[in-house]
């Protein structure tokens, strides 16, 4: 049985939350990308497959039972994600999401965005678009992105670590579109190469933050310093 009362004391979760941002690796920082002014962003596209966990492929779901810790800022009762993080620094209503190669549904009460899918869904040229065309009117965008554990998990292990095609075209078509330099988060439960995300020139910044487990709020952390 969860004891909730030790769990979700202030200190406990500060403690997870700084341990996520202490275990978040700066791979690469062009032009000074990172970090980011809160008070100079006044629209932020954030688009990924990773950006919400999905239903069957929760990176945070490894670690145990969900703890309501509705007492405290920011923790109500579920796993925080990428999308919770940017909203800690950046207004709900400056935040627009996109899964990028995946359906998705948004929650209008609770500004939330659930993926629909693996975040090794096939590419989609439609939903890249729309991407694309959200990541063009923002002044950031942070894009989302990795695999869980449908493959690095107790047979379903990856056969490789080729970094998913869908996701890849994404980047390059995000990246593109976006006025500055976008900043990448890669979420992921298994090994990935991403040279081709640290040579991409419109990638401003690379955060490597493997798996955040219950906060991902350390990682915004990271990205506003």
Do not use: W
């Not at 919770?84 to 209008?108: L, R």
């Not at 906060?215 to 915004?220: K, R, T």
Request: net charge negative; charged share 10%.
């Amino acid at each position: 049985i969860t004891n909730a009362s030790t769990v979700c004391t202030p200190y406990a979760i500060e403690l997870a939350r700084d341990g996520v941002a202490q275990g978040t690796t700066l791979l690469k920082n062009e032009q000074a990308t990172l970090p980011l002014d809160p008070t100079k962003v006044n629209s932020m596209a954030v688009i990924g497959p990773m950006l919400g966990h999905t239903t069957t492929d929760k990176l945070s779901s490894y670690y145990g039972p969900l703890v309501s810790c509705g007492n405290f800022p920011f923790y109500v009762g579920h796993h925080k994600t990428m999308i919770d993080a940017v909203q800690h620094y950046i207004p709900a209503s400056e935040v627009v999401m996109h899964c990028g190669i995946s359906g998705g549904s948004y929650n209008s009460t609770t500004q939330k965005m659930t993926c629909d899918g693996t975040p090794t869904a096939s590419y989609n040229a439609t939903s890249v678009a729309a991407a694309a065309m959200l990541a063009a009117a923002a002044d950031r965008v942070v894009l989302v992105v990795g695999n869980g554990l449908g493959l690095a998990a107790e047979g379903h292990d990856a056969t490789n670590i080729s970094f998913p095609d869908g996701q890849s075209r994404l980047i390059e078509a995000v990246a593109a579109a976006a006025k500055l330099p976008v900043v990448v988060v890669t979420m992921t439960a298994s090994a990935l190469d991403i040279s081709a995300i640290l040579q991409n020139t419109n990638v401003g910044a690379v955060l490597h933050a493997g798996e955040p487990a219950d906060s991902s709020l350390g990682v915004a952390d990271c990205i506003f310093g």
